[in-house]
């Protein structure tokens, strides 16, 4: 029983520096979380602007998601953001199509 003042401390002072330690285990688990999702986001973001830059004609949409692309990359990867701002920056300079003469292409291809 004489020792049980000690115990008892020890506990206490043993229970107060787990309370304090779980914040900010919590706080860093809670930033690679957001981290991950923040990187799966851009990632699924990434993919689609792909896929609709692929079937796109070359218009001011296409320069517009290839810009995006360009920065989207830019994070992470500067060599391939330089390449999709370098296509961008072609596919601005191309005389755009109208819709009519798209289809007029179209009907020739067919042919």
Known sequence: ???????????????????????????????HIASEISARNIRLEIDSLLKLTEISNPDSLKVN?????????????????MVYASEAKEAENKKYITQEEYLQHLKTLER
């Open 65 to 81: 998601r290839l810009n995006l692309l360009a920065m989207l990359f830019s994070n992470f990867s500067y060599d391939t953001a």
């Open 1 to 31: 029983m004489k020792y049980k003042p000690a115990i008892l401390f020890i506990f206490f002072c043993l229970s107060g520096a787990i309370a304090f330690a779980q914040p900010e285990k919590i706080q860093q688990d809670s930033a």
